[in-house]
């Protein structure tokens, strides 16, 4: 552990005591902490106010029995949790993620990483997550549909459009959403903004779908002119996963002049010399809800090869980490900088391990943490808030570029912070302490309740 503060070091430890067992969420607050030592000698006023160690702590955790029906009439029981994790600078917002590995330990570490994330987008928008440990990969349309209305059932008693409004994660897209607001509509009588990533048929929002790869790569773009004067022109690139963010990042990086040549999925990798084709990605995935598998036998040249990891093995210059967290490690990061990657911007929440971000930073690699560059998807989300409130809707145009300019204008406030606080070019901590300042002059703004 890296703590020069005493102060810091004493607050990482209460976090240690009281949230023991919770690998993910410490491994999120101890990277917030060790960015914020140049904060704590500037700003005594928000030590003295208490801040960091209220927001090392949810404001509210709400964990419920998710029961629900199969299609052979038997009773199923699943866990769900809404982590309402800060509120000062809007109503909570983030997604759901449904995925047998959800527990309290993943939320609590999404739902702080997203507190910063919502702050960093200049939007009014507090952090929340929420989910539960259901596998909708073996289940039916129906059985999806009975357990995200029973999920919903309970949901609707704690958010609201200036309450707290949910929306997709990994295992949660438009599907999902359409089950959980139908319900939420109901049960209250109202049709208002309280879910994002609608479709497009009922409040949904135009470039939504698209947001989270889109955004990853405005940001990745801005940051290789900015700092390197280079684009994706030209560039070799390797996205990992096959979902929304992934699926959307290599459509983008594609349309800027790269190649993107691997994808995957939890199982395996595909590697296409020839440049991934994206509509067949698109039919495997969004169409069929398969397995990235088949991409190999159904395009001529494209080879699949078993266990998701191998993924970081593949030459590239432009790595898009966008599955899940902790998907590169140390020996993966190695591998990507023996390779000559030069930039990694992640898609996914917190990607790459402490370990891999250390190697990035030792070997001048360009590194956007995820709390910055997969922003554009919980940004658009508070677009169609916006649009939803005000019973209107822009144009793909439109939403797309004002993403474009949230994406830039994230960049720079990240880059600028790192700058002020001495540490140049370091987007991480240059993130995290853009994100904290806004949320923490709020919370402060706003005084303690006793
Ligand atoms: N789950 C996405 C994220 O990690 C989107 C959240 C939202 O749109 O509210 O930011």
Same mark, same amino acid.
């Given at each position: 552990?890296?703590?020069?503060?005493?102060?810091?070091?004493?607050?990482?430890?209460?976090?240690?005591?009281?949230?023991?067992?919770?690998?993910?969420?410490?491994?999120?607050?101890? =990277?917030?902490?060790?960015?914020?030592?140049?904060?704590?000698?500037?700003?005594?006023?928000?030590? *003295?106010?208490?801040?960091?160690?209220?927001?090392?702590?949810?404001?509210?955790?709400?964990?419920?029995?998710?029961?629900?029906?199969?299609?052979?009439?038997?009773?199923?029981?699943?866990?769900?949790?809404?982590?309402?994790? @800060?509120?000062?600078?809007?109503?909570?917002?983030?997604?759901?993620?449904?995925?047998?590995?959800?527990?309290?330990?993943?939320?609590?570490?999404?739902?702080?990483?997203?507190?910063?994330?919502?702050?960093?987008?200049?939007?009014?928008?507090?952090?929340?997550?929420?989910?539960?440990?259901?596998?909708?990969?073996?289940?039916?349309?129906?059985?999806?549909?009975?357990?995200?209305?029973?999920?919903?059932?309970?949901?609707?008693?704690?958010?609201?459009?200036?309450?707290?409004?949910?929306?997709?994660?990994?295992?949660?897209?438009?599907?999902?959403?359409?089950?959980?607001?139908?319900?939420?509509?109901?049960?209250? @009588?109202?049709?208002?903004?309280?879910?994002?990533?609608?479709?497009?048929?009922?409040?949904?929002?135009?470039?939504?779908?698209?947001?989270?790869?889109?955004?990853?790569?405005?940001?990745?773009? =801005?940051?290789?002119?900015?700092?390197?004067?280079?684009?994706?022109?030209?560039?070799?690139?390797?996205?990992?996963?096959?979902?929304?963010?992934?699926?959307?990042?290599? =459509?983008?990086?594609?349309?800027?002049?790269?190649?993107?040549?691997?994808?995957?999925?939890?199982?395996?990798?595909?590697?296409?010399?020839?440049?991934?084709?994206?509509?067949?990605?698109?039919?495997?995935?969004?169409?069929?809800?398969?397995?990235?598998?088949?991409?190999?036998?159904?395009?001529?040249?494209?080879?699949?090869?078993?266990?998701?990891?191998?993924?970081?093995?593949?030459?590239?210059?432009?790595?898009?980490?966008?599955?899940?967290?902790?998907?590169?490690?140390?020996?993966?990061?190695?591998?990507?900088?023996?390779?000559?990657?030069?930039?990694?911007?992640?898609?996914? @929440?917190?990607?790459?391990?402490?370990?891999?971000?250390?190697?990035?930073?030792?070997?001048?690699?360009?590194?956007?943490?995820?709390?910055?560059?997969?922003?554009?998807?919980?940004?658009?989300?508070?677009?169609?808030?916006?649009?939803?409130?005000?019973?209107?809707?822009?144009?793909?145009?439109?939403?797309?570029?004002?993403?474009?300019?949230?994406?830039?204008?994230?960049?720079?406030?990240?880059?600028?912070?790192?700058?002020?606080?001495?540490?140049?070019?370091?987007?991480?901590?240059?993130?995290?302490?853009?994100?904290?300042? *806004?949320?923490?002059?709020?919370?402060?703004?706003?005084?303690?309740?006793?």
């Amino acid at each position: 552990m890296s703590f020069q503060s005493q102060y810091l070091l004493s607050v990482y430890q209460a976090v240690c005591q009281r949230n023991a067992g919770e690998p993910e969420f410490l491994q999120a607050v101890q =990277e917030v902490l060790e960015s914020l030592e140049p904060v704590v000698n500037k700003r005594p006023d928000l030590v *003295k106010a208490g801040i960091i160690e209220r927001l090392v702590e949810p404001e509210r955790m709400i964990q419920f029995r998710v029961s629900w029906v199969d299609d052979k009439g038997e009773v199923r029981v699943n866990r769900g949790w809404r982590v309402q994790y @800060n509120s000062a600078i809007g109503p909570y917002k983030g997604g759901l993620r449904l995925h047998p590995s959800v527990n309290a330990s993943i939320l609590k570490f999404l739902g702080f990483e997203q507190t910063f994330k919502n702050s960093l987008t200049g939007l009014p928008i507090g952090g929340a997550k929420g989910g539960a440990d259901f596998n909708s990969r073996d289940k039916s349309e129906g059985e999806v549909m009975r357990f995200c209305q029973s999920f919903a059932t309970e949901l609707t008693k704690h958010i609201g459009a200036d309450t707290d409004v949910p929306a997709g994660d990994i295992g949660v897209g438009p599907r999902e959403i359409g089950f959980m607001f139908g319900q939420y509509k109901r049960l209250s @009588n109202e049709f208002t903004g309280t879910f994002t990533g609608k479709s497009l048929y009922s409040g949904g929002s135009w470039v939504r779908k698209e947001a989270t790869g889109y955004g990853l790569c405005y940001f990745a773009q =801005e940051m290789l002119s900015h700092i390197k004067q280079d684009s994706f022109e030209g560039k070799t690139v390797v996205v990992s996963g096959s979902g929304n963010v992934a699926i959307y990042a290599s =459509e983008k990086a594609a349309q800027l002049g790269a190649k993107v040549v691997a994808m995957s999925d939890s199982d395996g990798y595909i590697y296409d010399e020839n440049g991934i084709d994206l509509e067949v990605v698109k039919q495997i995935k969004e169409v069929e809800r398969g397995r990235i598998k088949s991409y190999a036998e159904r395009v001529p040249g494209a080879v699949y090869t078993p266990g998701c990891g191998e993924i970081w093995s593949v030459k590239c210059d432009v790595a898009l980490p966008c599955a899940t967290q902790n998907e590169i490690n140390g020996e993966q990061a190695q591998q990507l900088v023996n390779n000559g990657v030069s930039v990694v911007a992640e898609g996914a @929440n917190m990607p790459c391990t402490p370990e891999a971000v250390e190697i990035f930073r030792a070997n001048h690699v360009l590194f956007s943490p995820g709390k910055a560059s997969n922003a554009g998807g919980v940004a658009v989300s508070s677009l169609e808030m916006c649009q939803n409130s005000m019973r209107y809707s822009w144009s793909f145009e439109e939403v797309d570029a004002k993403l474009k300019w949230i994406m830039a204008n994230i960049f720079h406030n990240a880059y600028q912070a790192s700058e002020e606080f001495d540490h140049k070019g370091d987007l991480v901590i240059g993130a995290n302490i853009a994100g904290f300042l *806004k949320v923490a002059e709020a919370m402060k703004w706003q005084g303690v309740a006793y």
